[in-house]
């Protein structure tokens, strides 16, 4: 499977409780929560993009590293968005399942197996699919249409 990437960044947002959770997915995005309960509010750095994988297979992870470390002890914030194929993007649900790491559960249509995801392929990829002489797989890949 070809590790695919969206082509711009987009961002959605949830509140669960007294949070409200926001993720950026794509080049310079970043994932932030931030507690409403507070005066002010504080906000806490997820991480950033680190990259995603599965775009158009039915099961898209995204992953943010590298977030802040207050309250954490010697770990630093991080997030995994899992998505799955829905009708509109949304944040469904999300949760701590240890320390300072954070599951975000997702739908979202570019998921879906039609191939819809506004994605390129690396470099690196495009140029490995090239070498096995699939070129209209990898071009109808280029265009989303696999």
Not at 11 to 31: H, Q
Not at 102 to 126: F, N, R, S
Request: proline letters at 4%.
């Amino acid at each position: 499977t070809a590790p695919l990437r969206p082509t711009e960044t987009l961002c959605y947002e949830k509140l669960e409780g007294s949070y409200r959770y926001e993720v950026c997915i794509g080049d310079g995005g970043n994932s932030t929560q931030t507690h409403l309960g507070s005066n002010p509010n504080v906000v806490y750095s997820l991480g950033s993009y680190a990259g995603s994988t599965g775009w158009g297979t039915g099961l898209v992870t995204v992953s943010f590293i590298g977030g802040e470390d207050e309250g954490c002890g010697d770990l630093k914030r991080q997030a995994t968005a899992s998505i799955t194929c829905g009708d509109i993007t949304e944040i469904i649900r999300v949760t701590e399942p240890s320390m300072c790491t954070y599951l975000l559960e997702m739908k979202a249509p570019h998921a879906c197996l039609t191939g819809t995801a506004p994605v390129q392929i690396v470099d690196a990829v495009a140029t490995s699919i090239e070498n096995d002489s699939d070129s209209f797989a990898a071009s109808k890949l280029i265009d989303g249409d696999l």
